[in-house]
């Protein structure tokens, strides 16, 4: 049974706590190191398994589906203080669930004297889940660069499709310095991409010199002679957003480029105007002198790289190194990395070391995270740009944080370097004012998707936990939680944002057909390509923007859709491949095949399908649909859809016979309002209303 956790208030009630000690914790402490096991016989199941501490008093446990923007309060499970594994078995095959797990210790110093803090873990699990499907992605490349760069962008093009995504190039003027006017001609391009693409954009690639917008009144490093406007890539992904320069009156002596004032054409706004929905990533390699190569010559290696990684052509340990230079000190900034690295391997496969001996090959690591006091050129006790010019970096992602250099655009910055590096280096963020969330790329999700967020995740919302904490913390006699930077308008990621953790070749789909049946019925069919592990499919009708059909892939052709649509309908059909990490099952997408056919005046509903009963209705903590089949099918699908459209949950269940079975829905993690159940099987559809009140 579910019971209340009022989780928020206590956080909060501790900023004014005094503790009786000052004596700190690690980055690790806060760290809850989950990792998952999954299983389908004899029953879908999800073990959670977590490092142990030696101050661990009590393991709270909460769950949401992962597209609900909150835990709420509820917890599903309270563990005592030597819990390490907790198994759900309520979860249904092909659905992505989040959980939070909240560790509470206390350190006993003297018998009357005790410290206490919170630790957080978060994984993104689930059994043959399907990822998000791959879209467009629109890359805007410097226009200097367009012959230069030919060959390159034509193979990451291909390289994309491979991978089941389309693309858009588009050359914009070059801007060295900054140019308000530049800035806001590629916004407008971007606004006109996304009416012309009906909003099928996913990814925004910003390629060599492309204008950089400046905003907000900030210094997330905290020195004072850094407040100011810093550069803003995420303004170009904030469509809905609305970003003004009339406020901000912020001279900066110290440095010029921090200046903002009225009429500048730098942006008032420090945080986000609005909910980011598409990432954007830079390449950006101008103005680092101290590397060899020139600015061409890094982009092209930089393109190699990525093709390199994207094409399996060397063996990634799922292992990671951290180089932390700041232990104690208040925040834990490393605790991003000591939270989020085993998700791909173990708790036992991250690491504590120097940086550059790690890193110095012959094997390559899947992630590296180092942070010390910084300049522009430096991070204490990491690296310096000298460095990274002249000595190997075997990792495929970064994240660096120190004091200056997370203000990119600089001479031979630091954060820009990162990516210059050779052998294998393609991405690189300032990590630690906020906290990154990187945990659903372990289910499939690419590093644009984490990206987002931790550009949208705010800890405190109206006096309760937000989606994702990174820690509470002690510094001197306070406690409070790590907020530094949140929805902070120089979150940003250096490197293509269509990236993942795992990316191995998927066959490609060679083709495939639609014709219209009896009972208008559309049939889609495809031959199998040998290596797939199952097959989805994904409609369109305006031949932009795709919808999953099959919330798990199905074994064979053919597929039966049903629709109301008068016009062109088009069909993509994928081969997947299952892969395993140490946080569930998902399928990866290889490159699709095609068809599209015109209908007039398909039925919604022709057949029915099954018949179904949901009780109880409203629903307020949890329901069943009691669903009766009156025909044998290979196929049983179930999807739950807002008042918007939007897929809120969904479950698929294979070879059923024929008479009832009973599905648990979800409610206690649904805002309340009415939704629509569809139950869909090789015969047909059936739609039922389903109402949720809290």
Known sequence: MKVMLHVGALVLCLLFLQPTTSTAQSPKDFAVRVTAQVTESPAPSITLKWDTHPDQKTIIIQRKLVNATSFGTDFVASLDSVATVWTDTAVDVGVSYEYRIIRDCIRFLKPDSAIRWWGFGYINSGIRVVPELRNRVLVLVDSTMEGALSAELTQYQADLE????????RYVPRA???DPVAVGNVRQLIKDELVAGKRDVQAIFLVGRVPIPYSGVIAPDGHQDHVGAWPADGVYGDDGGFYTDGTANYPNNSRTAQNNVPGDGKFDQSTFSSQLEIPVGRVDFFNLPEFQQSEIELLKA???KAHRFRTAQYPVIH????????????????????????????????HAADWFESLAGPNVYLWAYGCGGGTDISCGGVCTTKDLAIKPVNAVHTQLFGSYFGDWNTKNNLLRSAIATSPTAITCAWVGRPAWYLQRMALGGTIGGSLLLSQNNMSNVGGQMGAFIPNVIYSGTAAGIASVGERGIHIALMGDPTLRAIMQPVPAMLSAQATMLEQNHIQVSWNAVQGADGYVIARSTDGKKFKLLTSIPVDASPYIDSLMHDGEVTYRVYACALRTTHAGTYYDFGKPAQ???????????????ATVRITPQPAMVSASAIITVPHETAMLGLTLVDLSGATVWSAHRSNVAAGSLQIELPAQGLPSGRYALKIETLQGVTTVSYLVVH
């Open 176 to 178: 060295e310095d900054f």
């Open 595 to 609: 068809t599209s056919l015109q209908v007039m005046d398909v039925a919604e509903t022709p057949t029915l399908a």
């Open 319 to 350: 292992s990671a190194y951290i180089d932390d230079n700041f232990g104690s000190y208040g925040e834990g900034f490393a605790t991003t990395a000591w939270r989020t690295f085993q998700l791909w391997g173990s708790d036992t496969s991250v």
């Open 162 to 169: 491979a991978e089941g995504w389309t693309s858009t190039i």
């Open 302 to 304: 930089y393109f190699n």
